[in-house]
């Protein structure tokens, strides 16, 4: 399932394009098994946004790791700061979509869906 999300995809069928019409856009239900990314409780956007801060300030910390060790013995701390600040605004908004699908993978693990979760598949 994580695999699934970390592609876009829903985290329960597969379907491409399940919830995200456009980067930034997104339905409330899969196009295909009809499963809501919500799944009925508030603060699921806090879960994306967990999983958002926590790629992004890894990818931040093995940046730092990398240009410190590049860089000895005299450490170019200006160009290690302005490049991972470039990557402070780029990273987030690069990986938005996939924080979401990663996040339903995680929540359908913890909960498994239930009767009445899903919902027929969207015909548009």
């Keep these: 399932m994580l ?5 876009r995809r829903c985290a329960w069928c597969g379907g491409r394009r399940a919830f995200f019409t456009g980067w930034f856009s997104k339905q409330d239900r899969c196009h295909t098994c009809g499963i809501s990314w919500q799944r009925g409780y508030e603060g699921f956007e806090l ?5 958002n801060a926590v790629i992004t300030f890894g990818l931040l910390v093995v940046g730092v790791a990398i240009g410190v060790i590049a860089t000895l013995p005299d450490v170019a701390v200006l160009p290690i700061v302005i490049i991972l600040g470039i990557g402070a605004v780029t990273i987030p908004t690069l990986i938005y979509p996939m924080t979401y699908t990663i996040w339903q ?3 359908l693990m913890m909960r498994p869906p239930e009767p009445g979760d899903g919902a027929p598949p969207f015909v548009p």
Excluded: E, M, P, Q
């Excluded at 695999?3 to 592609?7: H, V």
């Excluded at 879960?47 to 999983?51: E, F, K, T």
């Design 47 to 51: 879960g994306a946004a967990a999983i």
């Design 3 to 7: 695999w699934r999300g970390a592609r």
């Design 105 to 107: 993978a995680v929540d």
